[in-house]
């Protein structure tokens, strides 16, 4: 007022009204309102951007943030307590600062201390094994145990206050001063309150009662305890601090963990004459506790087991609370109420205090109240217990019923949200339409909480007497978990729009409140006869009117229902307009902590302790596979006990019970969902890729028919900070297992990918290509294979020269294993063409080791004496034998090695040697083979390319485009794969000529004088393999067919390019053996033809079989030894034996001094690889 003042004098012209700010006004609010508009359209824009789904639809898996609905404010009670009546102030301040305490207390235990001690010794089941860990976990725990002490004296003090301020405004002393008129009021907020606050004690109590693994480990912590009394400096504890320890963990058991939380309040002295507060001698006190706790019952037990049921059963425990505090108060016994509250049993067999802690209040009754007991008949009793039996046993069979009947409820009240919430308002209809949608918000509360109630009160049941479930039950109990969740979500997906209902709707019933009140003040004021009694009525209802004009916290609507009490004494309402405003009242209450309401109401946690239903319901999914959607509600109720979980206190951190929680529930997941489905999957997979194979009876209306699909279509499912795709799953189980699979045998590859594609098709997986190296049908044995086994390849498998090919000596199978040029070619296609000169370079390194064992036999003393004398002999008769090396020679020589002894298998030395050299040329038909199938690949591979003259260079195509560097980099390795093609495909290496040069100064120089005895080996050696070939070939006819052969190209390989090795075609040439061997025959043959003439004449039949058999084999070797010749001949070509080394070496020079001359840059490719020989 002041700054106002001291302003004033310059604002006097401003007096009169020229309507210029009128006008300024409305510019600025058009401005603004322009700016609103132009703003919403902006974050319409980024908010269409950002997502096409979003709308009112509020996914609960995604929740970055979150609407709070509590109404709120920062006013203080005493803010909102204000009246000109004074004393009215101070009575309703004092009860509602109880009430609000009271709330804090019930609030700070449900979310604290319940969940501590419900989760105590959870999580730990791997660790428990180790020897000590229950009493580290119980050590944690002590100083939550402290804390729990003091929040139970805390609620024993609260309890007394309470009764003490109800006691001295109810006094029966006479002499006393009345504080407010109190014969028509009755605080009965507060007595529920009171009720509310003895619950928590009597849960705290029944939670150690059935907490067996606690008092375990409490007795193992005590025994632990006294070894460190008797070795003190063992633990490194001071003595003196272990006494007043015990002393506290006495205090902690006896207050505690004995049962007697509730027991020690309700016996507390209430009596102080020090504050001079009289209680257990206030008969007026004594009989307005007892009508509260009557009126408060009648109201519960009307409503229990009624459709309409919210709480009632939470009030009933706190009635039963009330009454025995009543009756350790003032040792009185209503019997008519004890037996009243006694039959409740036979409506509501048991009470969910929490979690999984049930209550059987004719237990409690009967202990807590032994007095009246006693006038109890045995009967009775037993008919409650037998009752509660017989409630389980119905409920089994009603439960499929139920579960009917509330899918029937609550799908159509979900049809009803959708509807409701997606109309039109109608300004018309406003208020219709807003007491429409509260009934239907506080109809999902009550089914809510009607399905909650059996799931709770059923499995807690069970589990409290033991009783096993069948599994219809345990499906049933599943899906009505379902729906709570289904409850909970729809309120969850429809937040926007309930929010924005919400607050119209308490306003509307605030309304309709003050509407009512209004009519009651008039009616007070009207009155003209004033009373204290009157004037505390109508400041009430003023109070009333002054907490309803405003937010609707739950300060403000406690301050409502006190000042109500004192309100509606003296008839101030007629009863018809009492239970409408009562009415409006209980709704606001409903609707102001509408999302509370829900969230507690649908809160799954209590499944921790029966998450061995999880499986079961797992199974049943799969089994179901249809609507397997549903899966998301229970993961949505598992998760209900994180919360809960962040309170446990007795491990390190709650992080290991989250993991072991986490852990459990995955486990069960994986192997009764997930992998069944993986296996199933696959198993279907193969069987639809095999049905040639006619497996096994598939006709769907036999087996059945599962369509697992439905799987796929799910969204991913939240759990924990994980999302689990099952679709994404079972592609990656089906990817890992067909790329493993593809490996193991690549030429399933075909397969494999059919299976990927109908994986695809059938069920919309998408497949990730293996991207492995696919092989074609005709593959052969891999490159690789023969490459590493390269001793075992050449010993197992003969050389064809003509075909090119190879073929299997032996094989167990039916049939043998060839090899030829496009299998290796294919090969090459699948390892890429550099494994060609590594398979060349292994196949160096196995001759050298050959080489080694040639060179000892042609040193061998026996060997190298028979070959000088028989080439001193070949140069003393070269001119009497027409410079042919004898026939007979070689068969003596054959013959002499044969006597030096044979192996067990009647192999000679010779045969051994003849078997060296055609392992020598089995590798180099081998190399042979690479270059012809690297030429295959590469003239396959290159087919593409338009032009092999004229190739175009990408890179520099690129860089004139001028385009991104990773394009430039790509075109220049197009540009070297082309090159190396071009390359290869045009040349290919000559891997005979690197081979030669490797090994040919070695074998030429003077150390290995003795290798130069080797051409006149070759003819014994002919001879020898003749023989050889000629058994085998025979043995083909045979039945027994080991040993058979009809190639074995790999001598004559073999002999030509050790021959070119040495430089010795000319010295074997030089012995015209063929021709001898030619001649030999030819001989004998017109030996024979004569003989046969003249035999003909004399007609001897047996003597005339003889020649003609005799002229067959030597048909038949004559044959065999120009097969020989004609494949070594066509071996030689290979190793340019038209040339000596000099000739070559001539050649080479003169080529040398030709590129010299020319431009010098060309180099062979054979020069590029040849250091990799080496």
């Known amino acids: 007022m002041m700054a106002v003042e001291a302003i004033s004098p310059d604002w006097e012209f401003d007096r009169f009204d020229d309507g210029s700010q009128k006008i300024h006004a409305e510019v600025q609010l058009k401005n603004y309102g322009k700016f609103l508009e132009e703003y919403t359209l902006q974050l319409k824009g980024i908010e269409d951007a950002l997502d096409e789904s979003i709308g009112d639809v509020w996914d609960f898996t995604l929740d970055p943030i979150a609407l709070k609905l509590l109404p709120y404010e920062q006013s203080s009670l005493l803010e909102l307590i204000k009246t000109e009546n004074k004393v009215l102030n101070k009575v309703i301040t004092v009860y509602a600062a109880l009430c609000c305490e009271i709330k804090k207390l019930k609030y700070e235990a449900e979310t604290k201390f319940y969940n501590g001690l419900l989760y105590y010794g959870e999580g730990a089941s791997d660790t428990s094994v180790v020897e000590g860990e229950s009493q580290i976990q119980m050590g944690r725990f002590i100083s939550f145990l402290q804390e729990l002490s003091c929040f139970v004296s805390r609620c024993s003090e609260v309890v007394v206050n309470v009764v003490h301020q109800l006691a001295s405004l109810y006094s029966s002393n006479k002499g006393a001063t009345k504080i407010i008129e109190s014969s028509g009021v009755h605080f009965q907020v507060v007595y529920e309150h009171l009720g509310e606050l003895l619950v928590v004690l009597l849960t705290l109590d029944e939670i150690i009662g059935n907490h067996a693994t606690l008092k375990e480990h409490w007795k193992m912590y005590k025994r632990l305890l006294k070894s460190v009394h008797h070795n003190p400096s063992k633990f490194a504890i001071q003595e003196e601090k272990l006494k007043p320890f015990e002393k506290l963990l006495l205090k902690l058991e006896g207050q505690l963990l004995d049962g007697m939380i509730f027991q020690t309040c309700v016996e507390q002295r209430f009596d102080n004459p020090g504050e001079g507060v009289s209680v257990s001698k206030n008969s007026t006190f004594a009989e307005e506790f007892a009508h509260n706790i009557r009126t408060i019952f009648t109201n519960v037990e009307s409503k229990l087991g009624e459709p309409s049921e919210i709480d009632q059963r939470d009030k009933y425990t706190g009635v039963c609370g009330l009454f025995v505090l009543h009756f350790h108060i003032f040792r009185t ?29 004719d237990a409690f009754l009967v202990n807590k109240v032994p007095a009246a007991a006693k006038l109890l008949d045995k009967k009775s009793l037993q008919s409650i217990r037998a009752q509660r039996d017989s409630f389980l046993q119905q409920k089994a069979q009603t439960l499929a019923k139920d579960v009917q009947s509330y899918y029937v409820f609550v799908t159509s009240w979900m049809m009803k949200m959708e509807s409701i919430l997606s109309k039109e308002q109608r300004p018309e209809k406003f208020a219709d339409d807003l007491s429409s949608r509260c009934n239907i918000f506080i109809q999902g509360i009550l089914y809510a909480y009607s399905i909650g109630t059996i799931i709770k009160t059923t499995m807690n049941l069970y589990m409290s007497m033991q009783k096993p479930m069948t599994k219809t039950s345990v499906k049933a109990l599943c899906r009505l978990i379902e729906l709570l969740k289904a409850v909970e979500h729809t309120f969850h997906r429809r937040s926007m729009v309930v929010a924005d209902s919400v607050s119209h709707i308490t306003q509307h019933l605030q309304f309709q409140a003050l509407n009512s009140i209004a009519t009651a003040k008039k009616r007070v004021i009207s009155d003209k006869k004033y009373s204290e009694q009157r004037l505390d009525v109508l400041s009430a209802l003023v109070l009333v009117e002054n907490a309803l004009n405003g937010p609707s916290t739950k300060e403000r609507r406690l301050v ?91 491990l390190a951190t709650y992080d290991q019970l989250l993991e072991s929680y986490d852990k459990e529930i ?31 009876d598939r006709n769907p209306f036999k087996v059945g028919m599962k369509d697992l699909a439905h799987f796929f279509s799910l969204k991913p499912i939240r759990f924990f900070n994980r999302f689990i795709d099952i679709k994404a799953y079972v592609t990656h189980y089906l990817d890992t297992t067909f790329y493993n699979l593809t490996t193991v045998a690549l030429h399933d590859w075909a397969t494999y990918s059919e299976m990927r594609n109908l994986a695809t098709q059938r069920y919309g997986l998408m497949m990730t290509e293996a991207h492995l190296p696919s092989q074609t049908l005709e593959q052969g044995l891999d490159v690789l294979e023969i490459m590493r086994n390269i001793h075992v390849f050449v010993s197992r498998y003969l050389y064809n020269l003509n075909n090119q090919i190879f073929v299997e000596r032996t094989s167990n199978n039916k049939h043998l294993n060839t090899i030829n040029i496009r299998h290796i070619a294919n090969s090459i296609r699948t390892h890429g063409t550099g494994i060609m000169n590594t398979t060349v370079n292994f196949t160096y390194q196995f001759l050298r080791k050959k080489f080694y064992i040639f060179s000892q036999f042609m040193y061998d003393e026996h060997i190298k004496s028979r070959l000088i004398k028989d080439i001193r002999f070949f140069r003393e008769t070269k001119d009497q034998t027409d410079q042919k090396y004898p026939f007979d020679r070689a068969e003596k020589f054959n013959r002499g090695i044969r006597k030096l002894g044979i192996t067990p298998d009647g192999q000679s030395y010779l045969d051994q040697f003849r078997q060296l050299i055609s392992q020598i040329g089995n590798a180099m038909g081998y190399v042979r083979m690479i270059r012809s199938g690297g030429l295959h690949c590469c003239s396959s591979a290159i087919r593409f390319v338009p032009d092999l003259e004229d190739i175009v260079n990408f890179e520099e195509l690129v860089k004139e485009e001028g385009l991104s560097e990773e394009t430039q980099k790509a075109s220049r390795l197009l540009d070297s794969v082309l090159g190396d093609l071009t390359s290869n495909s045009a040349e290919g290496t000559e891997y005979f000529k690197m081979l030669v040069a490797v090994f040919a100064p070695e074998f030429r120089s003077i150390k290995n004088m003795h290798l130069r005895n080797f051409y006149m080996i070759v003819p014994p050696l002919t001879v020898n393999f003749v023989e050889h070939s000629i058994g085998c070939k025979e043995k083909l006819n045979k039945k027994n067919k080991v040993g058979a052969a009809f190639t074995d190209d790999g001598f004559a390989m073999g002999v030509a390019y050790i021959l070119k090795l040495l430089d010795q075609y000319q010295e074997f040439d030089s012995l015209h053996w063929f021709q001898a061997v030619r001649e030999k025959y030819m001989l004998e043959m017109k030996a024979v033809v004569k003989e046969q003439n003249v035999q003909a004449t004399n007609q001897d039949e047996k003597l005339m079989q003889t020649m003609n058999l005799t002229q067959k084999r030597l048909d038949i070797y004559l044959r065999e030894f120009e097969l020989l010749y004609f494949s070594l001949s066509s071996a030689r070509i290979f190793f340019r034996a038209d040339k000596t080394a000099a000739e070559e070496n001539q050649e080479k020079k003169y080529k040398d001094d030709v590129s010299k001359t020319g431009n010098g840059d060309s180099s062979s490719s054979s020069s590029t690889t040849e250091p990799a020989m080496k």
Not at 565 to 577: A, H, N, R
Not at 667 to 695: G, P, Q, Y
């Open 560 to 650: 409502i229902s006190l000042a109500l009490s004192v309100g509606t004494q003296m008839k101030t309402f007629k009863d018809e307009e009492l239970l409408p405003l009562q009415l409006f009242l209980k709704k606001l209450d409903l609707i102001s902590e509408l999302r509370e309401r829900v969230k507690v109401q649908c809160d799954c946690s209590f499944l921790f302790w029966h998450r061995a239903v999880f499986p079961i319901y797992l199974d049943d999914v799969y089994d179901n596979a249809v609507d397997a959607a549903r899966i998301h509600y229970m993961f949505s109720a598992l998760r209900d006990c994180v919360p809960a979980m962040l309170h446990a206190k007795h």
């Open 333 to 361: 016994v209503d019997k008519k109420l004890y037996k009243s509250l006694l039959d409740v049993c036979k409506k509501v067999p048991a009470v969910t205090l929490t979690s999984n802690i049930i209550w059987f209040s």
């Open 666 to 696: 995955m486990d069960v997941f994986n192997e009764h969902l997930l992998d069944k489905l993986c296996k199933e999957i696959e198993k279907d997979l193969r069987l639809s890729v095999h049905t040639h194979l006619k497996l096994d």
